[in-house]
């Protein structure tokens, strides 16, 4: 599955917002934000709690969409157009 992400302020996360935390990394959902002064805590699931300041920028992930691999195969009971 390929992956479209935009970046998007802390301050404008949401609960159950898909972000991303490093490029080599998987889509993390958001389970929690509390406001700290300028910063937020974001709790991430299967990860811990991170601090990020209101204005710097993360990976949220926008949509994504699948590569068909085996475009030629035909499954059961199927048959060629």
């Known amino acids: 599955m390929d992956n479209s992400c935009f970046r998007i302020r802390a301050s404008e996360l949401a609960t159950n917002d898909m972000i991303l935390l490093d490029r080599n990394d998987e889509f993390r959902t958001v389970l929690d934000l509390k406001k700290e002064g300028d910063n937020f805590k974001v709790a ?3 990860y811990r709690a991170i601090n990020i300041h209101k204005d710097n920028f993360i990976l949220k992930l926008h949509g994504g969409w699948y590569h068909n ?3 030629s195969r035909v499954g059961k009971g199927e048959s060629h157009p």
Do not use: F, G, S
């Open 69 to 71: 691999k085996e475009k």
């Open 44 to 46: 991430i699931e299967r």
